[in-house]
């Protein structure tokens, strides 16, 4: 009886001795368990994050699609309509009724078509935006004075131009930003105050959340504008002379406020080329072109924040 009692005994510690281990082993086991998977869901929330900040930057350009469609279509239907103040703040009443706004925007200089750009602009009175880079040597601050000088708005592009500098964090924006800022204010003796990404708002490669960036700026009492209609120089080989028009004029058409971006780099030579006829028919057609200034609307790729 002893030796059975002996062996229950040893038989229900061994049991008690087996659930403690896999009790042990299990409380091991469920978090490690509970890792993985959260780990793969976590994957899957950053592709969907992925998917629906595509689908939403693609949602606004559709709707700016579709108020340009709806725009054309109204053009079309009826007669000119009479802007309205509200419409086109920056209208002089004297001068009239306006088919729509143009903000020439020049992106990347100053370069070597610099100087031609703004003898065209002169030539056919017109004001226009030069987003700049940060260039140190004597033209390019020449350049940078003229801008001015010549009536047009000088605006930063970024010291360095550099997406992989800029973009790696708020910090490096900052310090890039900081060091556009003074150069500019320093060589012209005026602080700039409007900015164009590069690559735009709506870029994909930043690693910093644009929206940070957007409120950097907005801290910094800077404004930011992108643009609705490109004259499709931005590419390595740029179109020739007659795509550069009309892919302006097309543009333009049935935009109340058009801000066209163009870019003042040595290689862009058919835009310089382009530019006089764009500016002429597009007067003839009753545009306006307009420096941009602190009262035109912002044209903003990223809509929501
Ligand atoms: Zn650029």
Same mark, same amino acid.
């Given at each position: 009886?002893?030796?059975?009692?002996?062996?229950?005994?040893?038989?229900?510690?061994?049991?008690?001795?087996?659930?403690?281990?896999?009790?042990?082993?299990?409380?091991?086991?469920?978090?490690?368990?509970?890792? @993985?998977?959260?780990? #793969?869901?976590?994957?899957?929330?950053?592709?969907?994050? *992925?998917?629906?900040?595509?689908?939403?930057?693609?949602?606004?350009?559709?709707? *700016?699609?579709?108020?340009? $469609?709806?725009?054309? *279509?109204?053009?079309?239907?009826?007669?000119?309509?009479?802007?309205? *103040?509200?419409?086109?703040?920056?209208?002089?009443?004297?001068?009239?009724?306006?088919?729509?706004?143009?903000?020439?925007?020049?992106?990347?200089?100053?370069?070597?078509?610099?100087?031609?750009?703004?003898?065209?602009?002169?030539?056919?009175?017109?004001?226009?935006? #030069?987003?700049?880079?940060?260039?140190?040597?004597?033209?390019?601050?020449?350049?940078?004075?003229? @801008?001015?000088?010549?009536?047009?708005?000088?605006?930063?592009?970024?010291?360095?131009?550099?997406?992989?500098?800029?973009?790696?964090?708020?910090?490096?924006?900052?310090?890039?930003?900081?060091?556009?800022?003074?150069?500019?204010?320093? $060589?012209?003796?005026?602080?700039?105050?409007?900015?164009?990404?590069?690559?735009?708002?709506?870029?994909?490669?930043?690693?910093?959340?644009?929206?940070?960036?957007?409120? #950097?700026?907005?801290?910094?009492?800077?404004?930011?504008?992108?643009?609705?209609?490109?004259?499709?120089?931005?590419?390595? $080989?740029?179109?020739?002379?007659?795509?550069?028009?009309?892919?302006?004029? /097309?543009?333009?058409?049935?935009?109340?406020?058009?801000?066209?971006?163009?870019?003042?780099?040595?290689?862009?030579?058919?835009?310089?080329?382009?530019?006089?006829?764009?500016?002429?028919?597009?007067?003839?057609?009753?545009?306006?072109?307009?420096? @941009?200034?602190? /009262?035109?609307?912002? $044209?903003?790729?990223?809509?929501?924040?």
């Amino acid at each position: 009886m002893d030796k059975k009692d002996k062996n229950d005994r040893q038989k229900r510690v061994q049991f008690i001795k087996n659930v403690i281990i896999g009790s042990v082993l299990f409380l091991l086991l469920l978090p490690t368990l509970l890792c @993985i998977i959260l780990f #793969f869901k976590i994957g899957k929330l950053d592709k969907e994050i *992925e998917r629906l900040r595509y689908l939403k930057l693609n949602t606004v350009y559709a709707a *700016e699609q579709s108020y340009k $469609v709806s725009q054309m *279509e109204k053009a079309i239907n009826s007669t000119i309509v009479a802007p309205s *103040e509200e419409d086109y703040p920056d209208t002089d009443e004297a001068e009239g009724l306006y088919a729509g706004r143009v903000y020439l925007t020049f992106d990347d200089g100053p370069g070597t078509n610099t100087q031609k750009i703004l003898d065209i602009l002169d030539q056919y009175d017109v004001k226009a935006t #030069f987003f700049v880079t940060g260039k140190t040597d004597a033209l390019s601050k020449k350049y940078y004075k003229e @801008i001015i000088a010549r009536g047009h708005t000088l605006g930063m592009h970024s010291y360095s131009h550099d997406y992989g500098k800029i973009y790696a964090s708020k910090k490096a924006f900052a310090s890039d930003y900081k060091k556009i800022s003074s150069l500019l204010t320093d $060589v012209t003796g005026e602080k700039p105050w409007v900015y164009r990404f590069p690559g735009g708002s709506s870029n994909t490669v930043s690693k910093v959340d644009m929206r940070k960036l957007i409120d #950097f700026l907005d801290e910094e009492n800077v404004i930011y504008y992108d643009w609705n209609v490109q004259c499709g120089d931005a590419v390595s $080989v740029p179109p020739d002379k007659a795509t550069i028009y009309k892919n302006v004029v /097309n543009g333009v058409k049935g935009l109340g406020e058009s801000v066209v971006l163009m870019h003042d780099l040595p290689e862009k030579k058919s835009t310089v080329e382009a530019l006089p006829k764009i500016i002429k028919d597009l007067k003839k057609g009753n545009y306006k072109f307009l420096p @941009i200034t602190k /009262n035109t609307d912002p $044209v903003h790729h990223l809509v929501s924040r």
